[in-house]
């Protein structure tokens, strides 16, 4: 045993590094957020709970029943129920999100080719039963109108929905000529 071994365990060196360093964190202050009263500012693009868009100009919903974003979705939680009009034109009669099953992926907002769906920023929700997790179509629409009303819905589409028809630019004919075909 050397002197610098013995000196450590009369002396207790290693105890008395570990209690400088607990006593160091029990003089600065927590950084625990008291959660009622200082609640977190979401950041952008955040993905929350579901919305169903609102079209500004009808307020009508966007949503034409294609079923893409169910088809995308891994966990299958999206039911779409439609059914077809005098005009053979589609129409959503229920639309329907378990939002228990949701792994909040986005792949049903970026399938959908209208942009009708979207995952807003309010993250801060809760229930006693399973049954407030269904969202129904008019659920959806609701949350459209409280958290994405207005031009925070409009902006987040525009800075967080993608493809556009910018990203798909025409294509030049090289030199000019129109191709033969022979």
Not at 43 to 60: C, I, N, Q, T, Y
Not at 88 to 105: A, G, M, Q, S, T
Not at 122 to 145: C, Q
Not at 155 to 170: E, L, Q
Request: aromatic fraction near 12%.
């Amino acid at each position: 045993m050397t002197v610098h071994e013995f000196v450590k365990k009369i002396f207790f060196i290693e105890i008395l590094q570990g209690l400088a360093l607990t006593f160091k964190h029990l003089i600065n202050p927590s950084v625990t957020r008291q959660y009622p009263t200082e609640k977190r500012e979401s950041f952008p693009g955040a993905r929350g709970l579901h919305a169903l868009v609102r079209d500004s100009e009808s307020g009508k919903e966007r949503c034409v029943g294609c079923g893409l974003c169910a088809a995308m979705c891994p966990s299958q939680c999206i039911h779409i129920y439609t059914s077809e009009d005098e005009n053979h034109k589609k129409i959503v009669d229920r639309y329907e999100i378990e939002v228990l099953r949701c792994v909040y992926c986005a792949l049903c907002v970026e399938a959908c080719p209208y942009a009708a769906l979207v995952l807003t920023d309010h993250y801060e929700y809760a229930g006693y039963t399973r049954d407030e997790f269904y969202y129904t179509k008019e659920m959806l629409l609701e949350n459209w109108d409280k958290y994405m009303a207005g031009d925070k819905g409009m902006n987040y589409i525009k800075n967080f929905w993608r493809p556009r028809s910018s990203d798909f630019p025409a294509p030049a004919s090289p030199g000019g000529e129109e191709r033969k075909v022979s």
